[in-house]
């Protein structure tokens, strides 16, 4: 009689545990470059509504690369973020504005203190939709104002490969030399310099 209950029991549980996980949330996925990417995983991590996000390479010519081929800049892959989040909390033209105000989009192959193009900003594109709100929200940026010129890449995405172990919540794990990075390369100071003045006005078209 105890092993019926307990068997009973099992099953309830599987299928109760079945059940929860068939309505589970949906988990979008987005893949962003802002330069390093201890930073960027920093940025996106205070984001209410994502889930985790994962550093990587993307967009090289080889497979598996290491952090000291991505750095020394012969692969073509550019350091990037996985954020993976939640869409009923989050959306993805959300996720686009906390994006351009975390870097700095005037900078072509480099971001802040690290240049080359291992460190250019880019936003990598899952589909379609990803495609059109990614070229909406940087035509939006442009019309504003704001800059006169924009460099971040928009291309469709490739392989991503997780970076190493130790790369991974970086500004977890390492806090006092993660904060001792960012303010060495003046990367607030920078952001706080672009997105907190008021856009300059563009200058007047000539008529010839």
Known sequence: ??????????????????????????????????????????DFDKLPGVIATEAGYIGGHIANPTYEQVSAGGTGHVEAVRISYDPARLGYAQLLDHFW???????????FCDSGPQYRSAIFILDEAQRLAAEASREALLKSGRFDRIH??????????AAEAYHQDYHLNNPLSYRFYRRLCGRDARVRQLWEAPPQPMPPSRSD
């Open 152 to 161: 971040t890449e928009i291309a469709a995405a490739g392989p991503f490969y």
């Open 101 to 111: 105000r975390h870097i700095d989009p005037t900078m072509k192959d480099g971001q």
């Open 1 to 42: 009689m105890r092993i019926r209950h307990a068997l009973l029991a099992a099953l309830l549980t599987a299928l109760l545990g079945g059940g929860a996980a068939a309505q589970a949330p949906p988990v979008a996925t987005a893949i962003l470059a802002g330069g390093c990417f201890w930073c960027v995983e920093a």
